[in-house]
């Protein structure tokens, strides 16, 4: 199989997987409206399985801590069982909700209740993904960033973060 055959194989199969996320979750959710950001900081969630010693709870500890809190109120969605030092560090640094024991839609009910402006992807189709949080749609912008540098194949998603 040459690289590009494999690549189209890989892209077949995050397509396939953000079909069947999107029919876990009922069908096509529409996106929530977006809300006015006068006089109030912006809502960032992140969701990860990997707030712990692992290459994604390293760095976006980092980028949680240095948020200016004036402009950005942030919020980690846990789907983790690992409580490390890096947890308590995230613990620490925003409104820090532990969904491991929430199902996909009360999670999505649960970040629609936070009143999250843009939500962010951590973990794409790695160990621990949420992404059928995702297809629920609770949040107006959606993001996928840092665990996983490709297509997740869901369409709730407005952009991928990464550089060449």
Request: aromatic fraction near 8%; hydrophobic fraction near 40%; charged fraction near 20%.
């Amino acid at each position: 199989m040459t690289q590009i055959q494999m690549m189209k194989s890989a892209s077949s199969r995050q397509r396939n997987g953000g079909e069947w996320a999107t029919r876990k979750a009922g069908g096509p959710h529409g996106r929530p409206p977006l809300r006015s950001l006068e006089g109030r900081p912006l809502r960032v969630g992140y969701v990860s399985a990997d707030y712990c010693q692992h290459t994604v709870g390293l760095f976006v500890k980092d980028v949680i801590r240095n948020h200016d809190s004036e402009k950005v109120v942030a919020f980690a969605y846990s789907a983790g069982k690992v409580n490390d030092w890096i947890t308590g560090t995230v613990r620490t640094a925003c409104q820090f909700r532990d969904a491991t024991n929430l199902d996909d839609a009360a999670l999505a009910q649960l970040i629609c209740k936070d009143e999250i402006d843009v939500l962010v992807d951590l973990s794409g189709h790695t160990a621990g993904s949420r992404l059928t949080v995702f297809a629920h749609r609770p949040a107006p912008v959606q993001v996928s960033w840092l665990g996983y540098f490709a297509t997740t194949g869901l369409s709730t998603f407005d952009a991928v973060l990464l550089d060449e």
